[in-house]
């Protein structure tokens, strides 16, 4: 019988697989300069927006300052009941909704436009300009466009009174006390303030398209408006539904520079000025009323939660690689 040398048995293989925690070692190790980036972002996130979400507690307590937030007694949902019973809660709600909502259909439009334009412009220098141009508005403080607006519109200066009397012939118009007006006011001037922002992230998408997408269609005889509404939007349709559900998801905030420092805190305008964040300004700082002022905050988050959820949802079943989660 035939004998096997020892260098002809085979050999078992083994493979090693490494561990979880050699994996994530790697990881680490890999990404750590992503990683350090990350972190002023994350203690930034964590202490401005996580560790103060104990004082949520003050919606269902009545504040006692001797006793503190925790020794206070609990008031239950009191808080939200001498909200929704208000007379204001119906009309800050929706002021707060139609507003943004306007401020959505707006600011997209014409930052759509704009960006759309832009990416026309072939001179570097110029759409630089443009650019910069654009994004001046949004990073001007509240306060002195407040002032802005005010040189325009006080009856010293009078100037918008008197351009539209001499070109329409209309009566003098004392906008601080008409709160009729107000509504497109503030719709021109978040548009003013805000719409270069979001071109300036529109255009960045734009200029991201393939430029061969272009160049068959112009081979093809297509117009610059086919080229727009058949190339360009379609392919920054995901960056424009992003953006909008991130609006969207804030539709229960409002801007408190924009409805409190714009209008003076005029009180004829608070019928179309006031919404609930300027309502809960003014519970803190007038009625001293925390509790109150704490739920309307946990009121606009919760709703706010349920909107992006909502909208994402919409989105998902439309078209799923779209949605933000």
């Known amino acids: 019988m035939p004998t096997l040398a020892s260098s002809d048995v085979p050999v078992p293989t083994v493979t090693v697989v490494p561990s979880r925690q050699r994996i994530f070692r790697k990881k ?21 927006n996580y560790i103060p979400m104990y004082g949520v507690i003050l919606a269902f307590k009545e504040l006692n300052y001797v006793d503190g937030i925790f020794g206070s007694p609990w008031a239950g949902l009191y808080n939200f009941k001498f909200l929704f019973n208000s007379p204001d809660a119906y009309l800050i709600t929706r002021n707060t909704v139609l507003y943004n909502g306007a401020f959505i259909i707006v600011n997209t439009s014409i930052a759509l436009l704009i960006a ?18 654009f994004l001046l508005p949004h990073i001007i403080s509240m306060v002195v466009v407040a002032y802005l607006v ?4 006080n009856a010293e200066s009078d100037f918008i ?31 003013w303030k805000s719409v270069g922002y979001l071109a300036i992230i529109y255009f960045a998408a734009i200029i991201g398209i393939d430029k061969e997408y272009y160049e068959a ?3 093809d005889g297509a117009s610059k408006w086919k080229q727009m509404t058949r ?12 953006m909008t559900l991130l609006s969207i998801s ?7 520079g924009l409805f409190y420092q714009v209008p003076m805190n005029s009180g004829p305008l608070m019928p179309t000025t006031n919404t609930i964040d300027t309502f809960v300004y003014r519970a803190m700082i007038v009625r001293g009323d925390i509790g109150m002022s704490t739920a309307a905050g946990v009121y606009q988050s919760v709703v706010c939660f349920f909107l992006i959820l909502g909208a994402n949802f919409a989105v998902r079943r439309i078209s799923k690689d779209n949605a933000l989660f």
Not at 41 to 46: D, E, V
Not at 118 to 123: F, H, L, P, S
């Open 116 to 133: 759309l334009l832009v990416n026309e412009i072939k001179d570097k220098v110029v759409t630089r300009f443009y650019q910069s141009t």
């Open 217 to 219: 269609a112009t081979i």
């Open 161 to 191: 009174n008197r351009q539209l009397a001499n070109w329409f012939g209309f009566d003098s118009i004392s906008w601080y006390n008409e709160a009729n007006y107000w509504p497109y006011v503030l719709v021109i001037v978040n548009a």
């Open 250 to 256: 804030t539709i229960m905030r409002s801007d408190f």
């Open 28 to 48: 680490i190790k890999k990404y750590r300069a992503l990683l350090l980036m990350m972190i002023p972002g994350l203690a930034y996130l964590i202490l401005n």
């Open 231 to 242: 190339i360009t939007i379609p392919l920054i349709a995901p960056m424009i539904i992003v």
């Open 150 to 153: 005010y040189s325009f519109l």
